[in-house]
């Protein structure tokens, strides 16, 4: 096989790019910026200047920052590029429309499938840093033009996720916010027994997952589902084996 080098490209193997805010959080393993979260290699671009707090405010003057660092993502081979906030979501389209290779920034885009693999009377539960900047705007940003079938519900009061994510203190207790985002979910399921599936919005949440889907025995998305499944898509596995002929 003969292989050709691409003018300015460092590495190769990484077909997912992440884009990632400039904050001051510790993304431990399972945070979407935690390289050992994956089993596949990926490449990491730090959004200059387009901090937490600009995310969260929806912040539509960034979208030329978060193209500046995927045009740079795409000139170093990647094949797919996505995010590490949720609320990227509100310049989903834009940047797909201006870029040559799959972009899915934002979990919440997993929404609409969900939906479809639950009852018309089912509910998807969604934990997100910050519920009251989840609204109508973000939701029909990744084609959602209602929100009768989902529950909301924020980390942002409580006081140890707050204090790493939100506030960027620069130290995160992992195991006290694992206790905040299983109260968060439980609660959940309790108010509203109609929840059949829980997405995890905020790319700091996913290490506490498996925590959660053995508390509440529902099904958990978040955003490394969804680069997972997004992953599968651009490098597919060979299979091996055989089956007994007939005779």
Do not use: W
């Amino acid at each position: 096989m003969i292989y050709k080098a691409r003018s300015g490209q460092a590495s190769y193997g990484e077909a997912i790019g992440i884009l990632l805010l400039d904050c001051f959080t510790p993304f431990i393993p399972g945070d979407v910026a935690n390289a050992t979260t994956y089993c596949f290699p990926v490449r990491f671009q730090k959004v200059e200047c387009l901090t937490t707090r600009r995310a969260l405010g929806k912040d539509r003057t960034a979208f030329e920052l978060l193209h500046t660092a995927a045009e740079e993502l795409v000139s170093q081979g990647v094949r797919a590029i996505t995010g590490d906030c949720g609320f990227l979501a509100i310049h989903q389209r834009s940047l797909a429309a201006v870029l040559d290779v799959p972009v899915f920034l934002s979990s919440l885009l997993q929404i609409p499938f969900i939906f479809s693999i639950l009852g018309r009377d089912q509910k998807v539960g969604i934990i997100t840093a910050d519920s009251k900047s989840l609204d109508e705007t973000l939701l029909e940003a990744v084609g959602i033009s209602s929100g009768e079938r989902l529950v909301i519900r924020g980390m942002e009061d409580r006081e140890n996720f707050s204090k790493a994510v939100i506030e960027e203190t620069g130290f995160l207790d992992s195991e006290k916010v694992k206790r905040e985002a299983l109260s968060v979910a439980s609660e959940m399921v309790e108010e509203e027994q109609n929840v059949r599936a829980i997405l995890l919005e905020c790319s700091c949440l996913p290490p506490y997952a498996r925590a959660i889907q053995k508390a509440i025995e529902l099904p958990v998305f978040d955003y490394i589902t969804m680069i997972n499944y997004v992953h599968s898509a651009l490098v597919k596995e060979s299979f091996e084996g055989k089956i007994r002929s007939e005779a």
